[in-house]
């Protein structure tokens, strides 16, 4: 029930304020400073589809090709025109064009999705409504343990790995709960390999989870800018290698 902290009776709303019809009550805040549910992510576009499906000549499956993704899953999507409203729901349909869905899923839950634009269109990626990406790693639920775990910024530098042992963290920082999720599982090594602007905050990754685990590795690229621009021998090659002697490039020790 509800409590007034005027005359400090505990009931039901019915009683509490018997004009307002049942059903009436749209949002009611509780104990001031609590903290709200958090909102359902955003539901995949109506119109994706599996790109499995789409002609192997198809210009989006050539693209994909190029950029290295070896094996295209069933839950790989393609949306030709994905639209949403604004944050209102009187608010007007915008359209974001032609994107390629990534849904994102997390210890089995569905956490939304990313929408990949084709091409140099702006913004590159949109965010499914809703998604908390410091809450998840893409890939996660396929990743084993007592191997070597791979984390690289985004979902093509993970597709550039052939999705074998590797998640992606949505950025340059590890937050709280991915380093749970992280330390839920005991692997061979954790290897951080961010792009080459972002050697820094892979250094400091690194370092944060060093202090509780032992196993812990960056990597500095000579080779490319981002995983995403290597094929996936060179990376695999790279990995592989034992600790580097040299300071300025490939696996260090955090």
Known sequence: GLRCFRCEFIGPVTVLFP???????????????????????????LDAIP???LPSDHLIRRYLAQRGFTEIGPDLLF????????????????????????????????????ARAY????????????????AALYNWDNVLAGLDLVI???????YAFGLQQVVAA?????????????FSRSFSRIIFL?????????QRAARQ?????????????????????????TLEHFINQSHSPWRTQGLQKA
């Open 79 to 114: 949306s030709y025109n994905y639209q949403r409203r604004g944050e209102e729901e009187e608010d007007r349909m915008f359209s974001y064009g032609p994107r390629i869905i990534f849904p994102i899923w997390c210890n089995g839950t569905y956490r939304g999705f990313q």
């Open 119 to 134: 091409g140099t269109r702006l913004p590159k990626y949109v965010s499914a409504r809703h998604f908390e990406k410091t």
């Open 209 to 233: 989870l060093s202090q509780y685990r032992a196993n812990v590795y960056y990597g500095i690229l000579s080779s490319a800018k981002d995983p995403g621009e290597m094929n996936q021998y």
């Open 170 to 182: 949505f950025g340059k920082e590890i937050s709280p709960v991915q380093r749970q999720l992280i």
């Open 194 to 202: 961010f792009d080459d602007d972002a050697l820094f905050y892979a």
């Open 51 to 53: 790109i499995v499906d």
């Open 19 to 45: 004009t307002i019809p049942v059903g009436g009550v749209r949002e009611l805040w509780t104990v001031r400073g609590a903290t709200p549910l958090p909102l359902p992510p955003e539901a995949l576009p």
């Open 152 to 158: 690289v910024e985004g979902i093509f530098d993970a």
